[in-house]
């Protein structure tokens, strides 16, 4: 079978200005959220990404209809008479386990399998369906299938044990149109829910406390549609930023909000790039030579994010001095390390830690992205390496990013995607 690659040609310095995408990890609930509501929802700033085709899908299957032109999706809630999703929508992405609280919330009934999605280790749902428990949900298993009913679907009082980001999105989207309250603590904080939160509310649900550690929801009779606008995506905003920190040069970012990526914003800050910020822009100099940065923990929001650790890894390959990562969210998210040694890094893993030591310079390589921000941590590191490095798994970026190759190539890059034969392949996996 023929396979599209990505051939990067690093060493380019990027300059220049681009708007950011609409945010993957906000669009997707708020997709699924849709399902609450009687009349027609309108989104705007939805990124184009095979993520939120595949969300589009599930809706279609369920009944509804749902349209995408450009970054527009218009969702419309007549038809909506299934209860199943088909297992190969399931695994198509984790954030099929998104539409578990809008169905129990709408159909009192649910279907699904265990969801797929990057592999960073176990990604159990044991948290989703302990918390669907206390609000009156029957659940049985039963050949593969995890079948949910709730004649009685009612608030309740939930501690999360941990800050799990989807279950405290399923508990919200279950909780607006249940009977009573519902206060949810040890939430997570993470702004994409308060912008599902900002969403529901709009549409006629009762939010407080959505991007804070206790969440209370006021149950509603009924939801009525909305237009929205998608919070800008803060993982593909720092992306860029890495991959000009890591390639050299100026870029400018529109369409940001700075105040949620502080954090990492912080940790570029240390490795010596000079960044602005102006309302919704930010700028990024990358002139002069990057500096290890000593100790980078991934934590749930506000501290440095999981989905960021693979860009910053990246980045700090070549910066001069020695820095460490502790990966704390998820067991197995280093499958991006083995690659970049690929391209000449000096990185030694061990269970959740990652030590960094900076070379003088990367190399182009034949590497293969595992994961999603693993795979755009390779294409950041490409930018800055000399030569040529052929990318592969491109399923994986184009899950999250809205025409990477071209956002990359207007700021200056050069990165062009081909299709290349299986005998071409297997040619390349020999000279690899
Ligand atoms: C979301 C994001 C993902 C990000 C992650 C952490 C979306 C679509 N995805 O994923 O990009 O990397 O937050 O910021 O928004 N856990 C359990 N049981 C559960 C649920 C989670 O043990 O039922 C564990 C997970 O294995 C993980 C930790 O909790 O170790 C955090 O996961 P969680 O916050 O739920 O991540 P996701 O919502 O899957």
Redesign the pocket.
């Known amino acids: 079978m023929a396979e599209e690659i990505l051939r990067i040609t690093g060493g380019q310095k990027l300059r220049g200005e681009i708007t950011v995408q609409g945010a993957?990890?906000s669009a997707?609930?708020i997709m699924a959220a849709a399902l609450l509501c009687s009349g027609e929802t309108v989104l705007h700033n939805v990124p184009r990404l095979t993520d939120v085709y595949a969300a589009s899908r599930i809706l279609n299957h369920l009944g509804m209809r749902c349209k995408m032109e450009e970054t527009t999706a218009v969702i419309s809630p007549e038809g909506l008479t299934q209860t199943e999703i088909p297992d190969a929508d399931m695994r198509a992405m984790?954030?099929s386990?998104?539409f578990l609280g809008p169905m129990l919330g709408r159909l009192r009934a649910c279907v699904i399998t265990m969801p797929g999605?990057?592999e960073?280790?176990?990604?159990?749902?044991?948290?989703?369906?302990?918390a669907m428990r206390q609000m009156g949900v029957q659940i049985r298993e039963s050949q593969g299938k995890i079948i949910c009913t709730a004649e009685h679907l009612h608030g309740a009082r939930i501690p999360l044990p941990?800050?799990?980001?989807?279950?405290?999105?399923n508990i919200i989207t279950a909780a607006v149109l249940a009977e009573g309250e519902t206060v949810l603590t040890n939430a997570?904080r993470?702004p994409?829910i308060a912008d599902l939160a900002a969403f529901l509310n709009q549409c006629g649900a009762r939010i407080t406390g959505a991007g804070e550690g206790t969440v209370v929801i006021e149950g509603v009779k009924s939801l009525h549609g909305t237009e929205y606008t998608v919070m800008p995506d803060r993982?593909a905003a720092y992306t860029w930023l890495c991959t000009c920190a890591a390639a050299g040069g100026t870029v400018c970012l529109k369409g940001t909000a700075p105040r949620d990526m502080e954090s990492s914003l912080a940790v570029l800050r240390a490795a010596g790039c000079r960044l602005g910020i102006c309302r919704d822009r930010i700028y990024l100099d990358s002139s002069q030579p990057l500096r290890s940065v000593r100790y980078i923990r991934t934590m749930?929001?506000p501290a440095f994010?999981?989905?960021a650790q693979a860009l910053i890894c990246a980045v700090l390959c070549t910066a001069q001095g020695t820095g460490m990562i502790e990966e704390t969210?998820?067991?197995s998210r280093y499958k991006h390390v083995g690659e970049l040694l690929r391209m000449g890094a000096d990185i030694r893993v061990s269970g959740r830690t990652a030590v960094i030591t900076g070379v003088r310079s990367l190399h182009g390589a034949s590497v293969e992205a595992m994961d999603l921000?693993g795979g755009a941590a390779l294409a950041a590191a490409a930018a800055g390496a000399e030569g040529e490095t052929v990318l592969r798994g491109l399923h994986h970026l184009d899950r999250g990013y809205d025409r990477f190759a071209e956002t990359f190539n207007s700021l200056g890059g050069i990165a062009k995607r081909t299709l290349i034969s299986a005998s071409e392949r297997e040619k390349n996996a020999l000279n690899a």
């Open positions: 993957k990890n997707l609930p984790r954030s386990v998104m999605g990057c960073l280790g176990p990604r159990p749902i044991d948290l989703h369906l302990d941990i800050p799990s980001v989807g279950a405290t999105e997570a993470e994409e993982i749930p929001y994010p999981t989905d969210v998820f067991e921000r």
